[in-house]
Every structure is written in structure tokens, then in C-alpha cells.
């Protein structure tokens, strides 16, 4: 039975200081909490705003892993520079694109099948495809 009053002693300058913390921080922490409620929101808005352009239209995924890894591999092989970008094509659906620097700093956007065949080029700054 002495433990428990012991315990209690011990405990009680812990609960005194929770009580005194919540005391003095109470509508802070409240505040708080609704705030980086309202952030994630803000978040989660400002991602989707990153997924549109200016113009209101969706912007193409990203590549990544094994994915970039092989497409980026087989655009270079074809045109060498340095990649750019690599992304799923919004406007081909099913085909991947690759933009690539050229050593005379010309890009050309490069458009892949899902077996990493090129299956056509853009100059960038033109609207007709190369091939």
C-alpha cells in the first residue's frame, strides 16, 4: 500500500506541470492545431494547382524509378544531351516524353512507346513532329 501513495507523490509535480503548461499554452495549442490543419489543406490545394499550368490544362506526370531510368537511357542513345525533363505525355496518351538538351543547346522533346522505342521528335519551339 506504500507504493501507491509514493507513486502518487512522485506523479503529481508532472500533472501540476502538464495543468501549468495547458494553462499557459491552452488557446495556443488550439490555434495551432486548426493552423496546420488549414497548412495541409493549403498543401494538398497547392499540389493539385502544381498538377495545371497557366492555361488551366493538367501537366504530365513525372517519371520515375526503372521508368525515367530506361527512357531518359534510350532518348539520350538517340539524341545525345542532357535530359531536361521526363514525363508521361498528356497529349499521346500511353507514350512517354523526353526532353533533351543537345550539345548546340537546341531541346527536342523525345516520345517513346512503353518498350522505350522512339517513336517520334518535337524541336522544341515548333509544333510539327519530326518523325
Avoid: I, W
Avoid at 501540476?16 to 496546420?36: I, R
Avoid at 526503372?66 to 534510350?74: C, I, L, P, Q, T
Amino acid at each position: 500500500m506504500r507504493a501507491l501513495p509514493r507513486r502518487a507523490l512522485l506523479a503529481a509535480p508532472a500533472v501540476a506541470l502538464m495543468v501549468a503548461l495547458a494553462a499557459c499554452g491552452g488557446g495556443s495549442d488550439a490555434d495551432s492545431g486548426s493552423s496546420k490543419a488549414a497548412d495541409s489543406r493549403q498543401s494538398a490545394q497547392n499540389a493539385g494547382d502544381a498538377q495545371a499550368d497557366e492555361a488551366g490544362e493538367e501537366k504530365e506526370t513525372p517519371l520515375t524509378g526503372e521508368v525515367k531510368e530506361k527512357a531518359e537511357a534510350a532518348a539520350v542513345a538517340e539524341f545525345p544531351g542532357t535530359v531536361v525533363k521526363s514525363e508521361e505525355d498528356r497529349e499521346k496518351p500511353g507514350m512517354l516524353a523526353v526532353e533533351v538538351q543537345k550539345s548546340d543547346g537546341s531541346t527536342v522533346e523525345v516520345y517513346l512507346d512503353k518498350s522505350y522505342h522512339v517513336t517520334g521528335t518535337k524541336q522544341e519551339g515548333t509544333e510539327e513532329d519530326e518523325g
